[in-house]
């Protein structure tokens, strides 16, 4: 089945600093893999996704990831962090449905 | 367009008792999903229906269950509610069918309905 992992809990980066926020996957056959964000209170946001193609995806607020088939990998970036990206970050992969991983919290210190 | 609404956004209820939710996708959407968000097991599926039926169920009890009516309209229903029913309940909608196997279709989710159950 598929899965992705993010291994890290807790991100912590100064405003203007660029992030990352790791993301892991385990496949068969071609990966569709998603970014969302969540704000307090609020539900799911679709920032960007891979299906197929460049291995750089541009998406929303300034965010892009990069898909690494050597390293199983689809990282989130983004060259400089605002204090109001701090938010739950989801990554996913699709499956028979859609497989989320345990979220990584993001906050960003002014 | 608007979005993905959900009602009530919050709720409380006693063991035993059963709950109804209510999803309306964002207009020209056919799909609506449903998941479960907790802390201690994050997100997980629900079900997927797309043209009012049932396509496709993640691993829950069958007090879980929902319908679609004919506008794309969804409506998920909990009976013999339990305290570890207590979670946020999230919809989401796309255009086309999502689940039973691999696609590339995006999600758009709603502000999701808070259950809390005492």
């Known amino acids: 089945a598929q899965s992705v992992a993010q291994p890290e809990d807790q991100v912590n980066v100064a405003e203007g600093n660029p992030l990352t926020v790791k993301c892991t996957y385990s496949?068969?056959?071609?990966?569709?893999l998603f970014w969302y964000v969540q704000y307090p209170n609020r539900g799911l946001q679709f920032l960007l996704k891979?299906?197929?193609?460049?291995?750089l995806v541009k998406g929303s607020y300034g965010f892009e990831a990069e898909f690494n088939k050597s390293q199983t990998s689809f990282h989130l970036k983004k060259p400089s962090a605002l204090v109001s990206d701090s938010a739950l970050y989801f990554c996913?992969?699709?499956?028979?449905?859609?497989?989320f991983g345990a979220g990584t919290r993001l906050t960003v210190k002014p | 367009k608007a979005g993905v609404t959900q009602t009530p956004r919050y709720l409380i209820k006693t063991r035993g008792q059963q709950v109804t939710l209510s999803c309306s996708p964002i207009s020209g959407h056919r799909s609506v999903s449903w998941y479960q968000q907790t802390p201690g097991q994050g997100l997980q599926f629900l079900f997927e229906?797309?043209?009012?039926?049932?396509?496709n169920k993640g691993n829950f009890p069958g007090r879980f269950s929902g319908r679609q009516f004919s506008n794309s309209r969804s409506e998920m229903n909990v009976s013999t509610l339990e305290l570890g029913d207590s979670a946020l309940y999230l919809c989401?909608?796309?255009?086309?069918?999502?689940?039973?196997?691999?696609?590339?279709?995006?999600?758009?989710f709603g502000p999701g309905t808070r259950l809390l159950v005492l």
């Open positions: 996913a992969v699709r499956d028979n449905d859609m497989r």
């Open positions: 989401a909608s796309s255009p086309r069918r999502t689940s039973g196997g691999q696609t590339g279709e995006t999600q758009y």
């Open positions: 229906y797309f043209s009012e039926t049932q396509r």
């Open positions: 891979y299906i197929t193609g460049d291995n």
């Open positions: 496949v068969s056959g071609n990966p569709y």
